[in-house]
């Protein structure tokens, strides 16, 4: 009986070990380090970087021969810088009209915008608050 059961742990025994399983062991990395185990992961995360900092650098170089220009924003960043209230922007913006100006921001910059002579009949009553508007942007 003994040599029944040394006959069957024995027979049990070759019947796990499969001969193939070790015939690709030598092609597969036992500690490779983390280069072996995330080598793909490494090499996708810096095409990403590579890429994004592609897109960046061609957008900047875009819009570098563009000039910026927003007559608006212009408009309302001179006429703070300056204090001007309300009514005084509204009289500006009037002076600007009446010139027939594309860019009211124009009128910050010459002051002969601002002499009696070249003042629209509809300005003139204003003409005092025009001298007064010109006074604190050029004097």
Known sequence: MNRLVDVLVTVSIWAQVNRYDAMGSKFRAHDGGVLADYGVWILLALVLIAVILAVVMHRMKQREGTPFCNPRRLWAD??????????????????????????????????????????????????????ALRKKLFD
């Open 78 to 131: 001179l006429c703070r810088l300056h204090q001007l209230d309300m009514s005084q922007r509204r009289l500006l913006k009037k002076l600007a009209q009446t010139q027939k100006l594309d860019n009211p921001a124009v009128v910050f910059v010459q002051p002969g915008y601002f002499h009696r002579d070249k003042l629209d009949p509809a300005l003139a009553a204003n003409a005092a608050q025009v001298d």
